[in-house]
């Protein structure tokens, strides 16, 4: 089955840098790549999505780049501020089948 | 805007009891999951559903485990005999397109003592 490392499991930035969180995954069937923020006893909600036929996305100040090659995918936040400050999952989706990263818990130091 | 609801937000049960944690998906979705996430751990994905019946499961959702649409609203996860390490927050999620985005629930926090 599929399997996705996510790396670091846990990242502390200074307010206005930039954060980098990075999966791999090992299903080349794989062909969607969500990733989300989980706010502590909240539901996770989505901030990017990549499909298999792009190399990158950008919203804003979050972008995600895709190496369908390599299997791996990563998530870039610039500027980030206090309220970035959550746990991040990556995902990836097979058939109908999700499977989740390991999470990275990011701390915004203001 | 639409969203995904759950029911309860909190179920306590005994050891050995039975559970069933409802949710109602947003109404023109067509693809329905459930996930856990014991606290502190990852998103565990436990099974699929599209078209009354199981697209893909994970080893986590055995005999133990059961999903229905009793009707073109609700949709249910029974748990039979709850076990400790059941414990944990469930959600929901639904989305209206093969391969697209999830909508999640809120979750339902179920505590097993």
């Known amino acids: 089955g599929e399997n996705v490392e996510q790396h670091p499991s846990t990242l502390s930035v200074q307010e206005g840098d930039s954060a980098v969180i990075k999966c791999t995954y090992s299903?080349?069937?794989?062909?969607?790549f969500p990733w989300y923020k989980q706010e502590l006893g909240k539901r996770p909600q989505l901030i990017i999505d990549?499909?298999?036929?792009?190399g990158e996305k950008k919203d804003q100040r979050i972008a995600v780049t895709l190496n369908k090659t390599a299997k791996h995918f990563s998530l870039h936040i610039t500027e980030t501020q206090p309220e970035d400050s959550a746990v991040y999952f990556c995902?990836?989706?097979?058939?109908?089948?999700?499977?989740f990263g390991t999470g990275t818990k990011l701390q915004v130091i203001p | 805007e639409p969203e995904v609801t759950q029911t309860p937000s909190h179920q306590v049960t005994q050891m050995g009891q039975e559970v069933i944690l409802r949710c109602v998906p947003i109404s023109n979705h067509l693809y329905f999951y459930w996930y856990r996430q014991i606290l502190g751990q990852k998103v565990e994905f436990l099974v699929s559903?599209?078209?009354?019946?199981?697209?893909?499961k994970s080893e986590i959702f055995d005999d133990q485990f059961s999903v229905e649409r009793p009707d073109g609203s609700n949709f249910t996860l029974k748990i039979r005999s709850t076990k400790l390490e059941d414990s944990a927050m469930y959600f929901c999620?639904?989305?209206?397109?093969?391969?697209?985005?999830?909508?999640f629930g809120p979750g339902t926090r179920l505590t097993v003592t």
């Open positions: 990549i499909r298999s036929n792009v």
């Open positions: 999620a639904s989305n209206g397109l093969a391969g697209g985005e999830q909508y």
């Open positions: 559903f599209y078209n009354n019946e199981i697209s893909e």
């Open positions: 995902a990836a989706l097979g058939y109908q089948k999700v499977t």
């Open positions: 299903d080349s069937a794989s062909n969607y």
